[in-house]
């Protein structure tokens, strides 16, 4: 028999709002639920704790990570956690995070450093904070911020000046001038060679010691989106991107941004790491949690559909 459709106006709604995932492509996905890293591909650092006290729902674990007073890595993670996955001129990261009731980072206006991003043009085993590019996510007095430096791009023979009209081996991070109006960026000389820094961060206090919305020992979702900008005709292009998401609410969303010079145009994402930091030393013993990560090409798009109520599809 042929079956037609038809609309029931009066039956059960079946569609009040669908999502459907956009064209981002997943990298890598961690939970933190076993100590398998290795098998995952994770290296340097590969037998972290994991708590089975503190994780978000539908979870049985998360990574802890936990400083002694003093200290400045974590006593039960090592100096950081090192994942490769496939080139991309973006990447979205999205996890839960939670940090101890007591904690207080670094109590000075910078560290402690989480989650890094590094490029092609470094190597498997780069340091991270002197590299051709390192991405930061994290947070500083309870505001988030990301980060970038790229000291060993800058012109050293130009230091102070405003290379961006002239030339494009510089560093945008700091040292040759400020290349998307964002700032001219931090420049200090350590050792024989100078280091930049350059810094995009939430106005307002998102890791709260109150209790409430933005409670800090609570778990949150963070999500951040760093793409680097175009090379058009050898140039760079002021089209970059960085955004950061607390709860999926914007608190940070930087536009016009420049990343990348036309010096490196083949630059690419291709390694996180998770290396929590704090050159001053812990203030105290303190710790914080993470869950289920997930790092992708881009953030997935939701796409709202309004169905009329109480629609269902019949066969007749």
């Given at each position: 028999?042929?079956?037609?459709?038809g609309l029931c106006l009066l039956c059960t709604t079946v569609m009040l709002?669908?999502?459907?995932?956009?064209?981002?492509?997943?990298?890598?996905?961690?939970?933190?639920?076993?100590?398998?890293?290795?098998?995952?591909?994770?290296?340097?650092?590969?037998?972290?704790?994991?708590?089975?006290?503190?994780?978000?729902?539908?979870?049985?674990?998360?990574?802890?990570?936990?400083?002694?007073?003093?200290?400045?890595?974590?006593?039960?993670?090592?100096?950081?956690?090192?994942?490769?996955?496939?080139?991309?001129?973006?990447?979205?990261?999205?996890?839960?995070?939670?940090?101890?009731?007591?904690?207080?980072?670094?109590?000075?206006?910078?560290?402690?450093?989480?989650?890094?991003?590094?490029?092609?043009?470094?190597?498997?085993?780069?340091?991270?904070?002197?590299?051709?590019?390192?991405?930061?996510?994290?947070?500083?007095?309870?505001?988030?911020?990301?980060?970038?430096?790229?000291?060993?791009?800058?012109?050293?023979?130009?230091?102070?000046?405003?290379?961006?009209?002239?030339?494009?081996?510089?560093?945008?991070?700091?040292?040759?001038?400020?290349?998307?109006?964002?700032?001219?960026?931090?420049?200090?000389?350590?050792?024989?060679?100078?280091?930049?820094?350059?810094?995009?961060?939430?106005?307002?206090?998102?890791?709260?010691?109150?209790?409430?919305?933005?409670?800090?020992?609570?778990?949150?979702?963070?999500?951040?989106?760093?793409?680097?900008?175009?090379?058009?005709?050898?140039?760079?292009?002021?089209?970059?991107?960085?955004?950061?998401?607390?709860?999926?609410?914007?608190?940070?969303?930087?536009?016009?941004?420049?990343?990348?010079?036309?010096?490196?145009?083949?630059?690419?994402?291709?390694?996180?790491?998770?290396?929590?930091?704090?050159?001053?030393?812990?203030?105290?013993?303190?710790?914080?949690?993470?869950?289920?990560?997930?790092?992708?090409?881009?953030?997935?798009?939701?796409?709202?559909?309004?169905?009329?109520?109480?629609?269902?599809?019949?066969?007749?």
């Amino acid at each position: 028999m042929k079956k037609h459709y038809g609309l029931c106006l009066l039956c059960t709604t079946v569609m009040l709002g669908s999502t459907s995932p956009g064209f981002s492509a997943t990298l890598f996905q961690e939970n933190f639920e076993d100590g398998n890293f290795s098998a995952r591909g994770w290296y340097d650092s590969t037998a972290p704790k994991l708590s089975s006290i503190e994780h978000i729902a539908n979870s049985t674990k998360s990574l802890e990570v936990r400083f002694a007073a003093g200290a400045t890595t974590p006593d039960n993670l090592g100096t950081s956690m090192r994942k490769k996955f496939t080139e991309s001129d973006s990447v979205y990261i999205s996890y839960y995070v939670k940090y101890s009731s007591n904690w207080q980072g670094s109590n000075v206006n910078y560290h402690p450093h989480e989650f890094y991003l590094l490029t092609n043009k470094d190597s498997d085993w780069s340091g991270l904070s002197y590299t051709h590019l390192t991405a930061y996510v994290e947070q500083n007095e309870g505001k988030p911020q990301i980060g970038i430096q790229d000291g060993m791009n800058i012109d050293m023979a130009n230091i102070g000046k405003d290379l961006t009209a002239t030339s494009e081996k510089r560093g945008v991070g700091g040292c040759n001038g400020d290349s998307d109006g964002y700032g001219n960026g931090e420049c200090y000389a350590n050792g024989s060679a100078y280091w930049n820094g350059k810094w995009w961060r939430s106005p307002s206090v998102m890791f709260s010691d109150a209790t409430g919305s933005t409670y800090k020992s609570d778990w949150h979702q963070v999500e951040a989106y760093i793409k680097l900008n175009s090379i058009v005709n050898g140039k760079a292009a002021k089209d970059g991107i960085i955004q950061y998401l607390y709860d999926g609410k914007p608190v940070i969303d930087a536009r016009n941004v420049v990343i990348r010079t036309g010096l490196y145009p083949d630059m690419k994402f291709n390694q996180l790491l998770i290396g929590p930091y704090i050159g001053v030393g812990s203030p105290v013993s303190q710790s914080f949690w993470i869950d289920n990560l997930t790092v992708a090409t881009a953030p997935p798009t939701v796409s709202t559909i309004a169905a009329p109520q109480n629609l269902r599809i019949i066969s007749k």
